[in-house]
């Protein structure tokens, strides 16, 4: 309730991104290889990881209060739903990424392989993209408590961090297994045996009340079909590259993988919102199998980083220039601004 009544929602959940994004590229600053944290002491100023902390509170606070305020304002409009959404889809690799600055590579003694990291990601971005499309089927979307606890751990990992410093995680916390030995199989253990579960059985309830979205299971899975496909393009270049991409580029690669990602979960979250069907093929998978057998065949030799990097440098912008026009033409649409609670002047 301290919010002004002039802010607009959209400007509150754009402020949080911002912050998430800000602090994103401060830590890459530090540590674009994620190895400043191998070392003790580690090579991450203190005041980075408090600073972490606070930001990741401020924007998990503002993303929670978003919807309330725009019911307060009474200003909730599909424009503030997917700006939400598409927004969370893009924070949820950027939150992991900067995470794993804490706990840092394999560095022999200490730290969490590049693979094991490519793993991590993939897994909650799996666990976003089963929320929603559970909602494409049952038109509800159910959020389980895993996304608080992963902000509540994410904040207190960075307090730990600061306070403590990155030797906490050099050491092992019990029975020789270090703190992110732990949380690599609380986050398997609750996305197999609770997340996914829940969505499946979501799904089936709404089955027999009849109330599914989708008929066919055709149509119900079509939703999954670009982000497997996705999943199996980029794990062919992990397994396969000549270069071993993932190790040389770590963060350039996560990057690009959680770019991709969000543009497939924008798309479904817009079908959900207007009742259409998903494309069966998300137009970049055929430029990433162009690159990705240019790689593992040996044709870009020693240009496959380049390659990755005008790669990622492009699908950046393309998901940007499609988060700008989709925003546009939904404010055209609906009569209102992105950040204002003004009305368009219509001509």
Not at 102 to 123: E, P, W
Not at 247 to 260: D, N, T
Not at 280 to 307: D, K, N, Q, R, T
């Amino acid at each position: 309730q301290i919010v002004p009544l002039w802010i607009a929602p959209n400007l509150l959940t754009f402020s949080g991104f911002v912050m998430i994004l800000f602090n994103y590229f401060l830590i890459s600053f530090y540590d674009w290889d994620y190895t400043a944290s191998g070392t003790s002491p580690g090579l991450v100023p203190t005041w980075v990881w408090l600073f972490s902390a606070f930001t990741t509170f401020c924007a998990y606070a503002l993303d929670s209060i978003d919807g309330k305020h725009a019911r307060r304002t009474q200003s909730s409009t599909p424009l503030g739903e997917l700006f939400d959404h598409g927004l969370d889809s893009w924070a949820t690799s950027i939150f992991v990424l900067s995470f794993f600055s804490v706990c840092s590579r394999d560095n022999g003694k200490t730290g969490v392989s590049v693979y094991t990291m490519y793993i991590y990601l993939s897994i909650v971005l799996f666990n976003f993209m089963c929320s929603h499309w559970e909602k494409y089927n049952t038109g509800v979307l159910f959020l389980p408590w895993g996304y608080d606890i992963s902000q509540v751990v994410l904040i207190a990992a960075y307090l730990l961090t600061g306070t403590v410093g990155v030797e906490v995680w050099q050491k092992p916390l019990l029975f020789g297994y270090y703190i992110t030995d732990v949380l690599v199989i609380l986050l398997i253990g609750f996305s197999l045996f609770l997340s996914f579960p829940q969505t499946l059985y979501n799904i089936y309830r709404a089955h027999l009340k009849k109330t599914l979205k989708n008929d066919s299971l055709y149509e119900g899975l079509l939703p999954l079909v670009s982000p497997l496909l996705l999943f199996i393009l980029l794990t062919v270049w992990v397994v396969l590259s000549p270069s071993n991409i993932l190790a040389k580029q770590p963060r350039l690669f996560l990057w690009m993988v959680g770019v991709a990602f969000s543009n497939v979960i924008c798309k479904v979250i817009i079908c959900q919102m207007s009742s259409t069907r998903p494309e069966l093929l998300h137009w970049f998978l055929f430029p990433l199998a162009l690159v990705v057998y240019a790689a593992i065949s040996g044709l870009l030799g020693c240009m496959e980083e380049a390659a990755l990097g005008v790669f990622t440098a492009l699908l950046t912008a393309a998901h940007v220039h499609y988060g700008v026009c989709v925003g546009r033409q939904l404010s055209e649409h609906l009569n209102i601004y992105i950040f204002s609670l003004k009305k368009r002047v219509q001509e």
